[in-house]
DNA sequence: TGGTATTTTGACAACGTTGTCAGATGTTGA
DNA sequence: TCAACATCTGACAACGTTGTCAAAATACCA
């Protein structure tokens, strides 16, 4: 025979409601009432209750009590990450959660690891947790688990990539315009043959900072070439081996546009390796840690992931109470950060 | 007036087992059975259950099921970190994510700022949600959420810095031995003079690497200068002042141990500012991105934070699966990696 | 003093689920 | 054909809480 203990199981169970008003000598009703703070309790009642509180060590249980509220609200929120170990996923997790703490609400979060069903798998078990909403980096284009959650009527707000979700918020960087800035920028250093390398192809972002590549090349009358763009550089061996063959092919080029900041460290660990890093320009999209560091320092286009998770939460928090309007593209603004490695001039190259 | 809905509550309940089993025609019980897979359900009625779900778009209620559940478990676990956002942290949530994932577990996780009181907040909060375990980088010495969590008979496992909770697990770096280790190495080049910075004194981990620190020195017989260390480094600003400080004050270091990772960037930082990174010897406590590709290339003590993370879960599911012996203190080794700032010898600075 | 208005309190059902147990149904063997 | 048994199924209570509403206690007024 095995008893509960046996199994592991919690056993010992914390002190109810039902116990404090035995002690108390009240109704469960008026226990109710002290711990919500409700009006209309003689002061004399409530005391006794406190006191059988701290006797017993009794502590609100939050999920008895939503399941009975009327609003069914869990007050607790659903995000789903790149990575969580990722810094811009932690900078956008950090601001999330400060948001959160105002709306005394808790935060399920989960990393994805750019895989579909990871997510869709992560959002039914968040839609099973009920939590009253979602911010998600999305990574599936169907969004069948995050359609589902939908339905229910519960709001998701889409940050860093938007959904094809109609009606739903998203907060965005503006990875095109500014894109096009790093090109025009090195460009207008003298540039006329810069490279670009880009994540997965399939990434919203990635497709977005192509896109703004081409229109910074034509907008000063380059040529694009396509022997100078390199997609899909998910991982840092490729990143290393995309630039290693860009500078070994004839006709290199004297400046790199690298779209991501893990495609920045490999082209600078490449460079570095090809003993190049003070001949070719260098803009890196998203700014990291030490960049300003680095010899030479790392130029970018810095977005603000602390205001992109603020501003997406803030959205939903906004929806969760009764914002109704249409879902809205949010687009906050990148920033040029000059540093050095964006300004060195074709001459340096030969 | 105001209605549910102009309250922004959200007011489209989710489908019940009580609308299934009417659109099924059977018993709430029956569909309760076919969700948890129970044995003895015919296939027939089984399948009109599925049907049922499917048409209705029914997902459990993990919090209703968990509330009757016998075990009184939640399938939650809670994460109490410095900062989320932290890149120490970050990889320790992630490493734990991926443990929890595994035994079907959802994880809170929350940013204290080395706030005791912030702690103190977030533990009663989970304990309120009654999360089944507790992962802490304590910030308090009295514990006082954490020590009423206890009381439930709830496992916690500390995780980077032990707590005076008796019988409680703890997974820590070896910060003395690491410390010593870094000191050694740099004497061996030859260094007679170096400098200790280090984190608030209060924590823990700073401490503990300032006795590492001093036995170091003693181990090779070198003198401790109270002049050449500095505590209290909790910001970047501060670092910078200190470091300038040791330099330009009378007989100043050839060497210096930089206590935790922030401070080490503010240490090169410093370094830079005053040209000598190429001149004084520099090893720091714990790895960071980048560490490698600035010049001189960063030597510095690394800690495993993914194992740390991965080895704190394991042992809080191992709590929760029954296993009761005393708490212990589990010691992770650090490692040396030897970059190139370690091996400058003080012929390099006069 | 009696009657009404107001405040304080508690009994009970309900939230969505699962545990318990008894009843219904079907199967087997003599 | 019937008893004995195994298999399925459902009624009901329970988990810990809050919403509803009526009862009890108190205050107020003429």
Redesign the pocket.
């Known amino acids: 025979m095995t008893t509960l203990a046996d199994k592991g199981n919690l056993v010992q ?2 002190p ?3 116990e404090v008003a035995a002690l108390a ?9 002290v ?2 703070e409700e ?4 002061p ?3 005391e006794r209750v406190l006191q059988a509180i701290r006797q017993l060590g ?1 502590h ?2 939050t999920t ?2 939503n ?4 609003d069914q609200r869990t007050a607790t929120i659903g995000l789903l990450l790149d990575d969580v170990a990722n810094p811009f996923s932690s900078a956008l997790h950090r601001a999330i959660e400060d948001v959160a703490n105002q709306h005394d609400t808790l935060v399920f979060t989960g990393s994805s690891d750019f895989e579909a069903d990871r997510e869709e798998r992560m959002a039914l078990t968040l839609m099973s947790r009920r939590v009253d909403g979602l911010i998600v980096m999305p990574v599936s284009q169907s969004h069948i688990g995050l359609q589902q959650f939908k339905q229910l009527d519960r709001p998701i707000v889409f940050v860093d990539r938007p959904a094809n979700l109609y009606d739903a918020d998203s907060v965005l960087a503006d990875n095109r315009v500014g894109a096009s800035v790093a090109v025009r920028h090195m460009a207008a250093y003298g540039h006329r043959r810069i490279a670009f390398l880009g994540d997965l192809h399939t990434l919203w972002t990635a497709a977005e900072r192509h896109l703004g590549y081409i229109e910074g090349l034509a907008l000063t009358g380059l040529q694009l070439d396509p022997a100078l763009v390199r997609h899909d550089l998910h991982s840092i061996n490729l990143v290393e081996q995309a630039t290693i063959e860009l500078f070994t092919a004839p006709n290199p080029p004297s400046a790199l546009f690298a779209g991501q900041n893990l495609i920045t460290i490999g082209v600078i660990r490449a460079l570095q390796r090809l003993g190049l890093q003070q001949q070719v320009a260098l803009v890196g999209f998203d700014d990291f840690p030490l960049a300003d560091l680095l010899m030479p320092r790392v130029s970018v286009v810095a977005q603000d992931p602390a205001l992109l998770g603020k501003t997406a939460a803030e959205r939903l928090f906004a929806r969760l109470d009764g914002e109704r309007s249409p879902g809205e593209r949010i687009v906050i603004p990148t920033q040029l950060l000059i540093r050095g490695s964006g300004e060195i001039t074709p001459s340096a190259f030969t």
Chains 1, 2 share one sequence.
């Open positions: 169970r914390p109810t409601m039902k000598n009240v109704s469960i009703k008026t226990v109710s009432r711990i919500n009006p209309g309790v003689s004399e009642l409530s009794y609100h249980n008895a009590s399941l009975r509220r009327a």
